[in-house]
């Protein structure tokens, strides 16, 4: 809108203050007011009745600051810059579509659902290709319509705070109806009036903890806030579930039969954690194809975190596991607790992943001589088996030592004690019981819950990631090798 006559001061100072309420935003090298929106029905009502009620009044409509929407689509809020084509966001509030266009500015193969109850603010959002989605109405009609169906790799948003004839704080709403639209792993980013950081009724206490659980929040700066008010930035990653069953922060461990799945650049994304979590890349640097698997999200914010095999996670940028606790370098025995860069760098999120880890982690055991380790196994396993403990002992027992004879699982208990007696295996009780135990620990699980005879048998074990503890109690080093053997050679004999 121009202004093409010359106003005395207090006119114009007048003027500029409605239009500055309409929305508008003076363009002093072209005398002008630039709106979001047809302006012409809102001045009319101005100059018909000499009132106005703004978007912001009428609707909760407040426009996302340019600058606003570029930080929340971009790291380390947003990880929509490494999502590939084809994924889900939602963009609830969308207004003028300020923050759709920030979102395909980030990644421009995705695609966006945007739902704007404003007839005339919908009609700017649309276009772009067919990348986005525009529906006109209310994001609670949405909501109720789309069902459980309606899920998302990510949500941006700046969320109506009040609404005519609405509760208080209608955003909590806003939020929470979109974090249950989340995927597994996905992210949500909105802003939200300042009153999340110190209001105390029950609404606002659980939308911190929610935050503490599963993201965090800051203040914003006024300079940047929508409509200059005071406001602050959440963010919340949905759990993608733990192997096991354990917390999602801690880390996973892989079968080394997995088959990776071969992508062109690192995926890095939720989907990506449930249908490719080990991949393997074509490094054009270093000329080589590179492992890399998801390991955890991190225990403060949620971020996911992926790790190369061998050093080196450059490539994976902000989702790189190396800043996580790991007890080895602590001198302790335990899990990987997952740590982004940016938390791990914060005192407070770093104090209290290490407190969480400290919880967890045990003193690194004492290696027990091999000997003692593997009488153990057999006096536990029993002679004659009689629980299933004892008896998936024992099978385990009985396939290591046709492992380290050199015979099949087929072989008999005769042909077991000929293959020992020809001296299938030469050294000293150390190395023979270590041989026994490497062969047992192969057919451990290491990450299912053990007692502390089998997870002392995984120290014996080739995977410096495999959970240990010291053995309880030292058992007579050869006093249950020697009963097999008696056992065996009885048998045999009973045989001929």
Same mark, same amino acid.
């Given at each position: 809108?121009?202004?093409?006559?010359r106003?005395?001061p207090?006119?114009?100072?007048?003027?500029?203050?409605?239009?500055?309420?309409?929305?508008?935003?003076?363009?002093?090298?072209?005398?002008?007011?630039t709106?979001?929106y047809?302006? =012409?029905?809102?001045?009319?009502?101005? %100059?018909?009745?000499?009132? &106005?009620?703004?978007?912001?009044?009428a609707?909760?409509?407040?426009?996302?600051?340019?600058?606003?929407?570029?930080?929340?689509?971009?790291?380390?809020?947003?990880?929509?810059?490494?999502?590939?084509?084809g994924?889900?966001?939602?963009?609830?509030?969308?207004?003028?579509?300020?923050?759709? !266009?920030?979102i395909?500015?980030?990644?421009?193969?995705i695609?966006?659902?945007? %739902?704007?109850?404003?007839?005339e603010?919908?009609?700017? $959002?649309?276009?772009?290709?067919?990348?986005?989605?525009?529906?006109?109405?209310?994001?609670?009609? &949405?909501a109720?319509?789309?069902?459980k169906?309606?899920?998302?790799? @990510?949500?941006?948003?700046?969320?109506?705070?009040?609404?005519p004839g609405?509760?208080?704080a209608?955003w909590i709403?806003?939020?929470?109806?979109?974090?249950?639209?989340?995927e597994?792993?996905?992210?949500?980013v909105?802003?939200?009036?300042?009153?999340?950081?110190?209001?105390?009724?029950?609404r606002?206490?659980?939308?911190?903890?929610l935050?503490?659980?599963?993201?965090?929040?800051? #203040?914003?700066?006024?300079d940047?806030? *929508?409509?200059?008010?005071?406001?602050?930035?959440i963010w919340?990653?949905?759990p993608?579930?733990?192997?096991?069953?354990?917390?999602p922060?801690?880390? !996973?461990h892989? *079968?080394?039969?997995?088959?990776?799945?071969?992508? #062109?650049v *690192?995926?890095?994304?939720?989907?990506?954690v449930q249908?490719?979590?080990?991949?393997?890349?074509?490094?054009?640097?270093?000329?080589e194809?590179? $492992?890399?698997r998801?390991?955890?999200?991190?225990?403060r914010?949620?971020?996911?975190?992926?790790?190369?095999?061998? @050093?080196?996670?450059?490539?994976l940028?902000?989702?790189?596991?190396?800043?996580?606790? =790991?007890?080895?370098?602590?001198? #302790?025995?335990?899990?990987? $607790?997952?740590?982004?860069?940016?938390?791990?760098?914060?005192?407070?999120?770093?104090d209290g992943?290490?407190?969480?880890?400290?919880?967890l982690?045990?003193?690194?055991?004492? #290696?027990a001589?091999a000997?003692?380790?593997?009488?153990?196994?057999?006096? =536990?396993?029993?002679?004659?088996?009689?629980?299933?403990l004892?008896?998936?002992r024992?099978?385990?027992?009985?396939? @290591?030592?046709?492992?380290?004879?050199g015979?099949?699982?087929a @072989?008999?208990?005769?042909?077991?004690?000929?293959?020992?007696?020809?001296?299938?295996?030469?050294?000293? *009780?150390? =190395? %023979?019981?270590?041989a &026994?135990?490497?062969?047992?620990?192969?057919r451990?699980d290491p990450v299912?819950?053990?007692?502390?005879?089998?997870?002392?048998?995984?120290?014996?074990?080739?995977?410096?990631?495999?959970?240990? %503890?010291?053995?309880?109690?030292?058992?007579?080093p050869?006093?249950?090798?020697?009963?097999?053997?008696?056992?065996?050679?009885?048998?045999?004999?009973?045989?001929?």
């Amino acid at each position: 809108m121009h202004i093409t006559q010359r106003l005395d001061p207090d006119l114009w100072n007048a003027v500029a203050k409605v239009l500055t309420t309409l929305g508008g935003s003076y363009q002093a090298r072209h005398s002008a007011f630039t709106f979001g929106y047809d302006c =012409r029905p809102a001045v009319r009502q101005v %100059i018909k009745t000499g009132e &106005y009620r703004s978007p912001a009044q009428a609707e909760g409509y407040v426009p996302t600051p340019e600058v606003l929407a570029e930080e929340l689509t971009t790291e380390p809020f947003s990880d929509l810059a490494r999502m590939p084509a084809g994924s889900r966001v939602l963009e609830p509030s969308a207004g003028d579509g300020q923050l759709v !266009r920030a979102i395909l500015e980030a990644n421009d193969e995705i695609q966006v659902v945007a %739902i704007e109850p404003n007839t005339e603010r919908a009609a700017l $959002v649309g276009g772009h290709g067919g990348r986005v989605t525009v529906v006109n109405t209310s994001f609670e009609e &949405y909501a109720a319509s789309a069902g459980k169906d309606a899920r998302f790799d @990510a949500v941006v948003m700046n969320p109506p705070f009040t609404l005519p004839g609405q509760r208080a704080a209608v955003w909590i709403d806003h939020v929470m109806l979109a974090w249950n639209m989340l995927e597994p792993g996905g992210r949500l980013v909105a802003v939200v009036p300042a009153g999340l950081a110190f209001r105390e009724d029950q609404r606002h206490r659980d939308m911190r903890q929610l935050a503490d659980d599963f993201g965090g929040w800051a #203040k914003l700066p006024n300079d940047t806030s *929508p409509g200059g008010q005071q406001t602050c930035v959440i963010w919340l990653a949905r759990p993608v579930p733990g192997q096991e069953g354990r917390p999602p922060w801690l880390f !996973r461990h892989y *079968p080394d039969a997995i088959e990776p799945v071969r992508v #062109k650049v *690192p995926w890095l994304t939720t989907r990506a954690v449930q249908q490719a979590p080990v991949q393997v890349w074509h490094d054009t640097w270093s000329n080589e194809d590179r $492992v890399f698997r998801y390991r955890a999200q991190c225990w403060r914010c949620g971020w996911l975190l992926w790790e190369f095999d061998g @050093a080196d996670d450059q490539a994976l940028g902000n989702h790189a596991a190396h800043s996580c606790l =790991r007890a080895e370098e602590h001198d #302790k025995a335990g899990l990987t $607790v997952g740590l982004c860069f940016n938390c791990f760098n914060d005192r407070e999120s770093n104090d209290g992943a290490f407190t969480v880890a400290q919880h967890l982690w045990r003193q690194p055991p004492t #290696k027990a001589a091999a000997t003692s380790v593997w009488s153990l196994l057999l006096s =536990r396993g029993g002679m004659i088996p009689v629980d299933s403990l004892e008896r998936e002992r024992y099978t385990r027992v009985q396939a @290591a030592l046709r492992v380290v004879a050199g015979v099949d699982d087929a @072989a008999t208990e005769v042909e077991l004690i000929e293959a020992r007696q020809a001296g299938a295996l030469r050294g000293g *009780p150390d =190395r %023979i019981a270590a041989a &026994y135990l490497r062969a047992y620990a192969d057919r451990l699980d290491p990450v299912a819950d053990l007692d502390d005879a089998d997870r002392a048998a995984l120290l014996w074990r080739t995977d410096p990631d495999a959970p240990a %503890i010291a053995v309880t109690g030292e058992p007579d080093p050869w006093g249950a090798v020697l009963a097999e053997i008696e056992h065996l050679e009885w048998e045999l004999n009973m045989v001929s």
